[in-house]
């Protein structure tokens, strides 16, 4: 991207951020329901990234799909109205507006001194589980991919450290031993895990069809022996009084064969995935190449790789 163009992103950026903070709430979202239909009904290329992904979810009809997809869109554009609005949210309301199922696994581990991994999907809001966690005494580190401009990702992690979260680069130096020790002092580490960006992924079967998910979660809690507990996220109730719901799996520990333990894991943090998405896939914002089968023929994430024990 062009030097204009970075300086142009993160103009749309900025302003549009400082725009809806100052919109009245209902308006706001509503602004961003509008944006969703819109871009529903253009079938933007997100857009139908995005129903390619959740036809793989299960067997609808087109009428069903469309309108899951419409809904996708939806939710998609509300995470982005939270996430510029959040900032200026309270406490209680962060707090207030979260239902949690099966938190004792979570509390269970934390209390007996153990780290805790806790690997999910882009659904939902995780900014705002990440920000529940934080102060409900869970400080929480996590890794962000690098955007351009670089003061793009700057302010979003700035965003985020606001929140209480501990954010480092993703494929930074020292990233894996920084995450490490967060886990040996019995912290917490959360990381999207359903998409691989480092072409050196675990190959698993999501909803029936091979894909590559990262090797990060498995390979911390086995490195540490922290607890790995997969996390889906889901949305309930109309704009602006909803609701986050964080669920939590129940937790995956080590096969005792040494030689698959990567490649077991991961496919059961796939699995943990498959039963959240299935139960909320209007809330699973998968808008990008996914699973092997879509990915350019010379993808190098299509090659046989070699897995680490």
Sequence with gaps: MS??????????????????QHMPERAAYRSFRTIADFFWRRRSPSVRRLELNLARVSKYDPDELRELTRLGARSYMRYWCDAFRMSEWSHERILDRVRVVDEYRLRDALAAGRGVVVPLPHMGNWDWAGAWACLTGAPLAT??????????????????????????????????????????????????????LSRRGIPVTLFGEPTRMPAG????????????????????????????????????????????RLVTMTQRIADAFEVGIRANPEDWHMTQRLFLADLDINDPRRRPQQVAP
């Excluded at 986050?244 to 040494?258: A, M, S, Y």
């Design 3 to 20: 030097t204009f163009g970075d300086r142009r992103q993160l103009w749309l950026y900025s302003t549009g951020w400082k725009a809806v």
């Design 143 to 196: 890794v962000a991919e690098r955007l351009r401009p670089e003061a793009l990702y700057e302010r979003f992690v700035t965003y985020r450290e606001a929140l209480g979260m501990t954010v480092h680069p993703l494929g930074g130096d020292g990233v894996m031993s920084a995450l490490s020790e967060h886990l040996n002092r019995g912290g917490l580490v959360c990381l999207p895990a359903e998409r691989d």
């Design 217 to 260: 979660s498995a390979m911390l809690a086995l490195r540490t022996g922290a607890a790995l507990i997969p996390v889906t996220l889901s949305y309930e109730g109309h704009e602006p009084e909803h609701r986050l719901v964080i669920r939590f799996h129940e937790p995956i520990d080590p096969p005792e064969e040494r030689g698959e």
